[in-house]
Structure formats: C-alpha cells, structure tokens
C-alpha cells in the first residue's frame, strides 16, 4: 500500500505565499511523474503542475509564473510553491504520484486566499 501525507495548506491573504508538501509512503518502488490538483467548490478537478521522474515540469496556465512545482526524489516528496496568490486560487488541493501503472491520491489541503 502506498499513503500519500499533504501538509501546508492554510489561509493566506492575497498575494502572500503557501508551500505544500506531499510524502508518499509504503510500498514504493519507483515513482514516476507527480503533481498538484485542485477543486474548487462546484468546479471539477484540474490540473495545476505536473513534474515527471526526469524533471520536467508543466502548469496550468492561470499559475504559470506564480507556482512553482519541484521534488525531492530521495525524501519521496513532491512540493508545491505558491506566490502571489488570488483569491481564485481558494480550492483543495491534492497531490497525485504513478508509482509504476497506478495513481495515488493524497486526501486534500485546503487552500483559502481572502481578498
């Protein structure tokens, strides 16, 4: 079995910062690419950043320039930092890694910026 732990959600005031955290646990034998979602209340999940085994990174357009995704392969951890952040960035926030042919999912960080 694999857990996927999140950490570093919160509430945040427009324009500040937040950086979340998701370790993956258990049976892990190699993990592949990881990345970040979010759900807005009413709205379906989307794809905010994806990072693959060998590095490279791509983001949802509305937070290119403003988050940055990155990992730490020996931790098993993947990261999400948030700059600059609006009010339409408020959602839950979930962590996704493939560890060979299966998607795991981290329970979800609520993530609230006020105006």
């Known amino acids: 079995q694999v857990q996927l732990v999140e950490s570093g959600g919160g509430l945040v005031q427009a324009g500040g910062s937040l950086r979340l955290s998701c370790a993956a646990s258990?049976?892990?034998?190699?993990?592949?690419?990881m990345g970040w979602y979010r759900q807005a209340p009413g709205k379906q999940r989307e794809l905010v950043a994806l990072?693959?085994?060998?590095?490279?990174?791509n983001y949802a357009d509305s937070v290119k320039g403003r988050f940055t995704i990155s990992r730490d392969n020996a931790k098993n951890t993947v990261y999400l930092q948030m700059n600059s952040l609006k009010p339409e960035d408020t959602a839950v926030y979930y962590c996704?890694?493939?560890?060979?042919?299966?998607?795991?999912w981290g329970q979800g960080t609520q993530v609230t910026v006020s105006s």
């Open positions: 258990g049976s892990i034998s190699s993990i592949g690419a």
């Open positions: 990072i693959t085994s060998g590095g490279s990174t």
């Open positions: 996704n890694v493939w560890i060979l042919f299966s998607s795991y």
